[in-house]
């Protein structure tokens, strides 16, 4: 097999030729067809993620993080091979199934993990692609079979590839509203959501929160280009805002406010940032909620009185599970969502493609085809 590995930060990847692995006793390794380039890969070729503040951390703090690192979290393709001890609660896979891996792979043995929330286990940090080897290679090994869902045969395996970080993201943010905003839409009659970011998991929310949410409820999205808003409001977005990187906050705020109907039932910000946040919140009506997803850095900054006051809640968003991933699926299936638009690489232009996304000069969401 063949693979792109982060052995220096910031370096180019190596591409490596080792043998295909034997599949783990309870799993398997799948033959990959796609793996998506996420926004996460940047900071693992970087070693660093902002926190705010001034404040930097570095993956290789963890003593058990150790490089090479073989990214890739986002993957599709076909099972190579299946080891010799499949569970008793084992999905019906074979070889050659067309399957997505659900890479979050904590322990494997807490009270998270066996309950069927494993990216919430402290042990998450080695899952496939983060500290495990990742889709950056043209076979992965996965440690259990129920790691992987099958993929719908209407289902473009690039379409499956995107769903176990970018869907699933987006996937758990609106569930994670959903409530408050059907209540809003049984109080008032109608509600707004803004979801604020119109790149590759902008496009997926809009479809996401027009497919499950009331049709009571108004979509708004926020960005900084007017070229992706104009790609959100072919997505399905009721309304658009352009947020000046000139205009005043005061400005800003006021036109957020009015295009909620004087302000927000619920918000998305998948960009993260503290002054995206701090709008976000500060737009919100009295019984808001804001999901806080991306994974820009910075920090925010709360009147915890005026807080407490409006009964307002910030709930962080982080991927999801293996059930939610089921449901994703199943959804993008049947109601045939559509990925953003897609742009194909190959293996040994790894490097290139990660440079590329840091400068934000991938349109859509960038595949490794391999």
Known sequence: MRRAEIQVPSQPLGLVDLPVPEPPSEGLVVKTTYAGVCHTDVHLWDDEMGLGNGKVTHFSDNPNYNFPIVPGHEISGVVHSLGPNPGPNAPDIKVGDKVIVFP??????????????????????????????????????????????????????????MLPCSGLTTFHAVSAVRATVEKMVALKGSASLLIIGAGGLGLWCIQIAKAVLPPQTRVIVADITTEKLETAKAAGADDVILWDVKGTEEDMLALTKKAGGGGLDAAIDLVNAGP???????????????????????????????????????????????????????????????????????????????GLLKKGQIKGRAILKL
């Open 104 to 161: 979050w792979i904590g322990c494997r043995n807490c009270g998270l993990c066996k309950n069927g929330d494993p990216q919430l286990c402290p042990e998450a940090w080695n899952s496939l692609g983060m500290g495990a080897p990742g889709g950056y290679s043209t076979y992965v090994p996965v440690p259990e079979r129920q790691y992987v869902i099958k993929v719908p045969e209407s289902m473009p395996m690039d379409t499956a590839t």
């Open 276 to 354: 995206t946040t701090t709008r976000a919140l500060n737009a919100l009506h009295h019984g808001g909620i804001l999901g806080s997803v991306g994974l820009f850095g910075g920090c925010l900054n709360i009147p915890l009185p005026v807080f407490a006051l409006k009964t307002q809640c910030v709930r962080g968003v982080y991927v999801g599970n293996p059930q939610q991933l089921k449901d994703l699926v199943a959804l993008v299936d049947q109601r045939k969502l559509k990925p953003p638009p897609l742009v194909f690489y190959e293996l040994d232009q790894a490097t290139e493609v990660l």
